[in-house]
Structure formats: structure tokens, C-alpha cells
């Protein structure tokens, strides 16, 4: 009797244990792997303007609680949030880098420098972090850095910021460098002149342009242009002309454009309905961006600064002339002009007197969305 009474309490004290309230704690798992610190920037300092395409990027190295090897990787961007492919190259550049596996250094800093250019005249961001095994610290803190203010032509595309004093274009006549501000047109007889490496025949040309005002002094001012040569613009069969038009403008202060596409025939226009529409009192101390488009047509946008709302976005192709013939806008050679190269020869208005051009590209392809980020503020 005194077995099976100490048998059963020991089956009540287990049935007790499992049907309580209160569980045992269960065993907490031992974490092998090490505890890291995330590195510390060094250089480049935030919103710092590089010196170069390829600079070299230094944090202060993490710590570990463990011996063994340990590693860093880099990340530069074009996006604070870094939430973009792990490496992309916008046409010849690159915005978006990421490199592994680089040791640390032995000084207490680890560094790298990337073995390509960076986009010109850019805003980037980058950051860093320590690898050891198959365990990564948190991420450094980021930082901004802008790449250098610099301008290039090659085939497919041009670009030329103009703020600091220089241009990869041919300035004609009378103009002026503004420090920050761009390149002036001063009088209706003057112009900056490209020639593309490569004629495009479909593409955009877009800029930044400050200075225009309502009641200008001709009635079809040109606010930039395109030709297949350097005679008058006017009797170019590719003339391509974008008007922010003055007194006597029918109507006065209207956006417009002209295009030929290689003969007089194909002549796209708006008509005086559209330009009426079009009346606008532009701030002459406001910078718009103006984007011509082309292709088998033409589209102008104006929008309220570069990231802003739409003010005018008209356009028009071959197939509106009600024409069974094929036609793109291709000349060849290729010219573009901020402003416009006719006003010396007489017939019709030259440039916009005054206005200020700035972050400038001409290209195959829609221009890259942060190209010319460094000139916007923060």
C-alpha cells in the first residue's frame, strides 16, 4: 500500500507539472556568431563636392568580439534609401556601386576607390558596413557628396552644367558666365553653338532657363534651336526652333515651336487656337525647364522648374499633316543652339536677350534623373 500511495502522488505531481499554469523556461539558444559595431564615416565629409570621378571613400573600422577575419563593403547611390539595383551604369556612368569583400585596414581606417567614374555634376550617397563569417553590422551612418560640375560631348549624348564658367559649346557673339547661375544671352544676335558628335534622330534637348519675360522685344524670340548646319536656322530644312514669343507674338507672351522635317512641306506648328492657349507672364527671376522631344514629331514641355508642374506640353507628328509619307526630324550634320543663330542674317528673331541657360542635355535617350542633382539645393 505505501508503493502504490507514493506511485500515485508521483503520477498527480507530474499531471500537476503539465496542466499548471506555469510552464518551464525554455533553453535560450547560444549565438556563435560575433557581435559587430558598424564602422564610422571618415571621408568624404557630408555633402562634400569631390574632387574627382574616382574618389576614395574611408570609414573608421567596426569592432568584433571575436578573432578572425574581417571584411567591409561599400555602397555609393544615387538614392538616400539605396533601394535601387545593386549596381547600375546611367549611358557611360555610373550612380549605383556596391563593393565587397575588401579587407580591413591595419591603420584602424579601411578605404576604398572605386576603378570607374562616377556621373558628373551629381548628388550620390554612400555607406559602409563590416562582414565577419557570415555576420554583417548594421550599416554605417550615409552621407551625401556631390561628384564635379564638368561637361562632356560624346556620341548619343551631351551634357553641360555652364555654372562654372566654362562650356563644351561654342559660345558666338556677346554672352556672360554668371558664377552659379549659368551662361546669358545678352542680345539677340548671340548664341552658344553645339555640334553633336552623331546626328540624332530620336532624342531630347532640355535645360534650365532663367531671364524670360512677358512683352519680350521681337515677336518670335527663340529660346533654343536645331539645325543641320551653321548657316541661317531659317532656311535650314531641319529647322527646329522652340519661342517663347513677345510683342507682336499673335498672340504676344505665347509658347510655340517650329519644326521641318526635311522639307517645308512636312511643317509642324501650332495653330493660333493652340498659341492662344499657350499665353503665359514668365518671372524673369525664375528658373523653367524647357524639354524638346523628337522623333517622327516634335514635343515642347515647359514645366515650373525642373521637378515642378507642367505649364505648357504640346506636340505633334507627321501622321496630324494628314500625309501618307513617312518623315523623322534627322539632320546631318547635327548643330543645337541655346537661342538661335538667325538674327543676324535678318530674317525673323534671333535669341532671347537676356535669358540664362543652365544643366543642359541633349541625348539619344531621356536625360538621367539625378545627372545635374548638384546644382539643385538640398
Not at 534637348?205 to 527663340?222: A, D, H, W, Y
Amino acid at each position: 500500500m505505501i508503493v502504490l500511495r507514493a506511485l500515485v502522488l508521483c503520477l498527480c505531481c507530474v499531471a500537476a507539472v503539465g496542466c499548471g499554469s506555469k510552464s518551464p523556461a525554455a533553453p535560450t539558444p547560444t549565438s556563435t556568431g560575433p557581435k559587430l559595431t558598424a564602422p564610422t564615416p571618415d571621408s568624404p565629409s557630408e555633402g562634400a563636392a569631390a574632387g574627382t570621378f574616382r574618389p576614395t571613400f574611408v570609414v573608421r573600422n567596426g569592432t568584433s568580439d571575436q578573432t578572425g577575419a574581417r571584411l567591409y563593403e561599400f555602397q555609393i547611390s544615387d538614392r538616400s534609401d539605396f533601394s535601387s539595383a545593386p549596381a547600375s551604369v546611367v549611358h557611360a556612368f555610373t550612380v549605383i556601386a556596391r563593393q565587397t569583400s575588401i579587407p580591413e585596414g591595419t591603420d584602424g581606417t579601411t578605404s576604398y576607390t572605386p576603378d570607374f567614374d562616377l556621373q558628373p555634376t551629381t548628388r550620390l550617397y554612400w555607406r559602409a558596413r563590416l562582414i565577419q563569417g557570415t555576420t554583417a553590422s548594421d550599416w554605417s551612418t550615409m552621407r551625401s557628396f556631390t561628384t564635379p560640375i564638368a561637361g562632356y560631348s560624346r556620341a548619343g549624348e551631351l551634357y553641360d552644367p555652364l555654372v562654372a564658367g566654362s562650356t563644351v559649346g561654342v559660345p558666338v557673339g556677346s554672352t556672360t558666365f554668371l558664377p552659379g547661375k549659368g551662361i546669358r544671352i545678352n542680345n539677340g544676335n548671340s548664341y552658344v553653338r553645339y555640334q553633336l558628335a552623331q546626328p540624332i534622330d530620336n532624342g531630347e534637348f532640355s535645360m534650365e532657363v532663367e531671364g524670360l519675360s512677358p512683352n519680350g522685344p521681337g515677336p518670335k524670340l527663340k529660346v533654343f534651336s536645331m539645325s543641320d548646319g551653321t548657316g541661317d536656322v531659317y532656311r535650314s530644312a531641319y529647322l527646329l526652333v522652340a519661342q517663347y514669343r513677345g510683342a507682336g507674338g499673335n498672340p504676344d507672351n505665347c509658347i510655340a515651336f517650329k519644326v521641318l522635317l526635311g522639307d517645308p512641306f512636312f511643317k509642324l506648328e501650332p495653330d493660333f487656337g493652340t498659341r492662344a492657349g499657350a499665353v503665359m507672364s514668365l518671372d524673369p527671376s525664375h528658373a523653367y525647364f524647357w524639354k524638346g522631344t523628337w522623333s517622327n514629331g516634335f514635343r515642347l514641355l515647359v514645366k515650373d522648374g525642373i521637378n515642378g508642374r507642367p505649364l505648357y506640353d504640346v506636340g505633334m507628328t507627321v501622321a496630324d499633316l494628314d500625309t501618307k509619307v513617312a518623315a523623322t526630324y534627322n539632320p546631318s550634320p547635327h548643330f543645337a543652339y541655346l537661342g538661335a543663330n538667325n538674327g543676324p542674317f535678318g530674317e525673323e528673331d534671333g535669341s532671347w536677350p537676356g535669358a540664362v541657360y543652365r544643366n543642359v542635355w541633349i541625348g539619344r535617350g531621356p536625360r538621367p534623373q539625378s545627372l545635374g542633382s548638384a546644382l539643385l539645393p538640398q
